[in-house]
């Protein structure tokens, strides 16, 4: 049965619910166009109807899902040419925006960020996918925040939240998801070097997992 993690300092319970709900959409434990009662995924998640139902009403102005009258919330389904055009939007924008934000990275910071991509590590092996997608959006927003543009955040923060990634479940049980987590790390090598160019192209792989290794459980 899934359960919410400790509520973090900064993070409000709603905030933590829509946080669990949004991930268990995107790695599609909860499933596309099914209908799910706030009761039931209250009882699911270990915490009563209400905050369940007012995250799920943030969820469907982001679109994630549908209210459905005297029914519940119905999970919006994504086609395949939908996620790759959002991958292809988010390849526009992540893989340069953080290349240029890898020089005004303060030294301060980096013990803070490679906390953070230690996160994605130990939800791996703890064997929680919602934990790793939350850690995943927390990790990759950190560092386009670097850019001073909370516009250009606030897009990403959008685009991922609308990603499906029912491929992370035979991943995880194959240990490639492991693999993957790593690569958090990797970047942060780089970061701590100043290797622009070398973080540039790690988050063009990265991201392309997206639509290959993590849709799907394997290269496409």
Request: proline share 5%; aromatic share 4%.
């Amino acid at each position: 049965m899934t359960r919410l993690r400790p509520l973090g300092r900064q993070e409000t319970f709603r905030e933590q619910v829509r946080g669990a709900l949004r991930a268990a959409i995107i790695s599609g434990e909860l499933r596309p166009g099914t209908v799910y009662s706030a009761p039931a995924l209250g009882a699911r998640f270990g915490v009563s109807s209400t905050p369940v139902r007012e995250a799920m009403l943030d969820l469907a102005r982001e679109g994630l899902v549908v209210s459905r009258r005297n029914k519940g919330f119905q999970i919006t389904e994504m086609s395949e040419e939908d996620l790759d055009n959002l991958t292809a939007v988010r390849l526009l924008i992540e893989p340069s925006t953080v290349r240029d934000a890898v020089p005004v990275i303060p030294e301060a910071d980096l013990p803070a960020l490679r906390g953070l991509a230690q996160d994605i590590v130990d939800a791996v092996e703890h064997a929680d996918l919602i934990a790793y997608i939350e850690a995943d959006h927390v990790f990759h927003l950190a560092l386009l925040a670097y850019s001073d543009n909370r516009f250009l955040v606030d897009v990403v923060a959008g685009l991922r939240s609308q990603t499906r990634l029912p491929g992370l479940t035979p991943l995880l049980r194959g240990g490639a998801l492991g693999r993957s987590a790593a690569e958090h790390h990797e970047l942060m090598d780089l970061i701590e070097v100043r290797d622009s160019a070398g973080v540039e192209a790690l988050m063009r792989r990265h991201i392309g997992h997206v639509r290959g290794l993590w849709a799907h459980g394997a290269e496409r």
